[in-house]
């Protein structure tokens, strides 16, 4: 029997809104450690605040757009959609530092590298006019930035620009970030932190939920460590757990996930799951009953996300502190993931694969 303070929770990117509260309530009410898949990858706890802050009928009332390491064409359609349709309204100016690609509307390519990020800062950019005649500039972050070793430094410069233009104000908080995961809202609005201060060395039983990946659950944990994964999807890397446990998919269940504009959306079942599979929840419920007096029930858990008013603008504002740290020469190009294989679902599917292979040939940027 493993003490609480041997055990870690980890709530990967395929955790519904149920399964990441009630990982949430295990850990408030029993000790045990808890934290995002992305904590094994990302070097700063910036990205613990992934949302878009602005919703998409306020982008229609966009004058000025800056995107930063992102292909929102294909990292994000349906907001690269809704920019398209500000473009055809006119009085709107969409620039890019790092991915230059057709967004279908016209888009202007500041280049790949971090100086001209820290140029427009400064003011001594020519997109500075731009920017600070801009009423309601939006700022959109890509998911990348934060896997980059510099990635504080950077951050850091954005509380200049909350100073120095009119990106935010009482009516307005222009800085988004864009995650490419569905857990990763999720767990920002139920608060599971992206604790660094954790060893995950010290974990004698390490419990992963939902994980996409598995290397740095491996490299980051002790040898002798029991480690047990539920998932619904296939992973070469599952013969080196202890245990699996079988989940069921989002096509296989009616589970919650919060999207960009921070509204709960409800998947459909689409197709039948294995007979020994069981939801996230479920499993949860069952492993911990004896620690856990009550676990909630459903309806209960989207009552508390719909009546929670949480403030963003407290939490980034409050994070985004001048930092004395260096920012790396490296290009923001090549620092882009490849999105056609992000997670477990695309990894295991052989069109994804397919497309992957194709840019590939055409594209150096994909890693």
Not at 148 to 171: H, P
Request: proline fraction near 3%.
């Amino acid at each position: 029997m493993f003490k609480t303070s041997e055990m870690l929770l980890i709530c990967g990117n395929n955790v519904s809104l149920e399964g990441a509260q009630a990982l949430k309530k295990v850990s408030q009410d029993s000790g045990i450690s808890l934290i995002f898949e992305e904590f094994l990858d990302i070097s700063t706890r910036l990205l613990s605040h992934t949302r878009f802050n602005i919703t998409f009928d306020a982008i229609l009332e966009s004058d000025f757009c800056l995107s930063l390491g992102t292909n929102i064409r294909m990292e994000a359609t349906l907001l690269n959609v809704r920019l398209k349709k500000r473009a055809g309204f006119g009085n709107f100016k969409k620039v890019a530092i790092g991915l230059s690609e057709n967004d279908t509307y016209k888009t202007v390519s500041l280049g790949n590298s971090a100086k001209t990020l820290i140029q427009i800062v400064e003011g001594r950019h020519p997109l500075c006019k731009n920017f600070l005649k801009a009423k309601k500039p939006m700022l959109v972050v890509g998911h990348s930035f934060g896997k980059r070793l510099d990635s504080a430094a950077i951050f850091s410069v954005f509380s200049y620009l909350t100073q120095r233009t009119k990106i935010s104000n009482s009516g307005w908080f222009g800085i988004n970030f864009l995650p490419l995961a569905p857990g990763c809202l999720n767990s920002t609005h139920v608060g599971i932190d992206l604790n660094k201060n954790l060893n995950p060395l010290t974990k004698k039983f390490v419990l992963c939920v939902g994980l996409d990946f598995y290397k740095n659950v491996f490299r980051k944990s002790s040898p002798g460590s029991f480690i047990v994964a539920q998932t619904a999807f296939s992973n070469p890397a599952l013969k080196r757990v202890g245990l699996v446990l079988p989940a069921v998919s989002p096509f296989e269940s009616e589970e919650t996930f919060i999207n960009l504009e921070g509204r709960s959306q409800k998947t459909a079942i689409s197709c039948s799951s294995p007979p020994l599979a069981r939801s996230y929840l479920q499993t949860i419920r069952t492993l911990f009953s004896s620690k856990i007096q009550r676990f909630k029930k459903r309806e209960e858990y989207l009552s508390d996300f719909k009546n929670n008013n949480v403030s963003f603008l407290k939490a980034l504002s409050f994070t985004f502190l001048p930092l004395n740290q260096k920012i790396l020469k490296s290009s923001l190009k090549s620092s882009l993931s490849n999105c056609f294989l992000t997670n477990a679902v695309t990894k295991n599917s052989l069109v994804m694969a397919k497309c992957f292979t194709r840019f590939k040939q055409n594209y150096t940027n994909f890693i």
